[in-house]
Nanobody
Framework: QVQLVESGGGLVQPGGSLRLSCAAS????????MGWFRQTPRKEREFVAA????????NYADSVKGRFTISRDNAKNTVYLQMNSLKPEDTAVYYC????????????????WGQGTQVTVSS
C-alpha cells in the first residue's frame, strides 16, 4: 500500500513562491511516475505537472510552464513542486499522485493520491 503525504502549502502574496513536498511510503518509489494536480470548487481536478520514475522526463500544464518545477529525490522518497511567480488563479488544493509506470497526465492513470494541501495566493 502506497501512502502519500503533502506539505508546504499556505498563504502567499502574488509573485511569491512556495515549495510543496510529497513524502511517499510503501511500494518502490523510483518505479512510479509522480504527478501534481489541483482543484477548486469551480473547476474539475486538473493536471499540473508530472515526472517519470528516474526524474529524467517531465510534463507541465500550459498554465504553469516557466513558473513551476517538478523534481524528485528518490533517496528520500519525496517529490517536490517549486512554485514561483504565483498568481491568484493558482489558488487551489494541490494533490500529489502516483502512477504505476510511464509519464502520465490524466486522473484515470494515477493509482494513489494524497490528502491535498491548500495553496492560497492573495494580497
Amino acid at each position: 500500500q502506497v501512502q502519500l503525504v503533502e506539505s508546504g502549502g499556505g498563504l502567499v502574496q502574488p509573485g511569491g513562491s512556495l515549495r510543496l513536498s510529497c513524502a511517499a511510503s510503501g511500494g518502490t518509489f523510483r518505479g512510479y511516475c509522480m504527478g501534481w494536480f489541483r482543484q477548486t470548487p469551480r473547476k474539475e481536478r486538473e493536471f499540473v505537472a508530472a515526472i517519470s520514475g528516474t526524474g529524467y522526463s517531465t510534463n507541465y500544464a500550459d498554465s504553469v510552464k516557466g513558473r513551476f518545477t517538478i523534481s524528485r529525490d528518490n533517496a528520500k522518497n519525496t517529490v517536490y513542486l517549486q512554485m514561483n511567480s504565483l498568481k491568484p488563479e493558482d489558488t487551489a488544493v494541490y494533490y500529489c499522485a502516483a502512477a504505476w509506470r510511464g509519464l502520465v497526465t490524466t486522473i484515470g492513470e494515477y493509482n494513489y493520491w494524497g490528502q491535498g494541501t491548500q495553496v492560497t495566493v492573495s494580497s
